[in-house]
C-alpha cells in the first residue's frame, strides 16, 4: 500500500505557495488559450514556430480579442518565471561564465538566470522568427545587452561555441529519442570543455512509477507531440551514451527538475 502524505506536510511553505501561484497562473493560460490553440499539434511542425511564432506573422491570431492574447501572454510568462527562478535558485553557476539557452522560447528562463547570478551572460539560440519575439520580451524586460538572442535551427545549424553552460528547457520532452539523442550530441559538440548541460523538464522518476501528474503530462504530450517524459534513467542514458557525465537530478518547482551532467575537461 503506497503512503499518501499530504503534499502540504511534505514541501516546504515556501515551495508549496510558489507551486499554487504557479497553477493559478497556468489556470488563466489554459483559459485565455483554447481559442489560440484548438487543434494546433505541438512539437513537430506546429512547434517549429512555436506560440511566439506566430504571435510575429500574426496568422495564429484565430481570436480577434487582443485582450485575450495580452492575457494569454501574461499567464504564459507569469508562469514561466516562477519555474525560472525556480532553476536559477537550483544551480550554483558561480563558476560559469556563458550560458546558452538552446531553443529558449521567450529567453524567460535566460533573463530569470542572469537575474540570479548577475555575473553570467546568456544568449538564447531560436529559430526564426521566434528570434524577434524573443528579443523583444528580452528587452522589455530590461535584459537588453545581457540576454542575446542567436537565430537558428538547432538541427541545421552549428551551435555557437564558447558557452560553459546550456540549458535545454522543455525542449527535448517534445521530442522521440533519435531526436532528443541528436540534441544532446549537439550540445556535447559545441560545449566548453568542463561545461555543464542543464535538462529542465517534467521527469519521471528512475523507475517509471511516477510522479502521478508527470505520466498525465506525459500522455498529453505522447497526443499532441512527437515525444513524451522521460524518466531520470533515460536521461542519465541518453546524456552518457554522447559523453556528457552525470552529475545529480534536482526537484525543481510545479514538478519539474532538473538534470545536470558535465562534459569532461
Ligand atoms: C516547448 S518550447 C520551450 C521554450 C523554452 N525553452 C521554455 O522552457 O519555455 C520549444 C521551443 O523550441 C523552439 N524550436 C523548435 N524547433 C526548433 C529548432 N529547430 N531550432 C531552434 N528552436 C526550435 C520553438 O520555437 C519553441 O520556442
Known sequence: MGSHVPLATRVPTAIAARDADFGRHLVRFAAS??????????????????????????????TTDAAV??????????????LGRAVAEAIDLR?????LDVAG???????????????????????????????AAIAKRGFAGTV???????????????????????????WD?????????????SM????LVVIHDAHLNAG?????????????????????CYSVAEMREYLREVGYRFEKFTPTAAGRSIVTARKPA
Request: charged share 25%; aromatic share 8%.
Open 208 to 228: 517509471k512509477s511516477g510522479p502521478l501528474h508527470v505520466a498525465e503530462y506525459s500522455a498529453m504530450l505522447m497526443h499532441s507531440t512527437e515525444g513524451r
Open 192 to 195: 566548453a570543455p568542463g561545461g
Open 177 to 189: 529519442v533519435p531526436v532528443v539523442k541528436k540534441i544532446l550530441a549537439r550540445s556535447f559538440e
Open 148 to 174: 542575446w538572442v542567436v537565430a537558428g535551427d538547432m538541427f541545421k545549424d552549428s551551435w555557437p561555441a564558447g558557452f560553459d553552460v546550456h540549458l535545454i528547457s522543455n525542449v527535448l520532452h517534445d
Open 33 to 62: 488559450g483554447g481559442a489560440f490553440f484548438g487543434s494546433e499539434k505541438w512539437g513537430g511542425e506546429g512547434c517549429d514556430e512555436g506560440f511566439g511564432g506566430r504571435l510575429a506573422s500574426g496568422d495564429g491570431a484565430d
Open 95 to 99: 563558476r560559469r561564465r556563458a550560458l
Open 105 to 135: 522560447g521567450s529567453g524567460i528562463y535566460a533573463c530569470c538566470l542572469v537575474a540570479q547570478h548577475p555575473h553570467l551572460k546568456a544568449t538564447v539560440l531560436e529559430k526564426r522568427p521566434v528570434d524577434t519575439v524573443a528579443r
Open 69 to 82: 492574447v495580452d492575457e494569454l501572454t501574461h499567464a504564459g510568462v507569469d508562469a514561466r518565471q516562477i
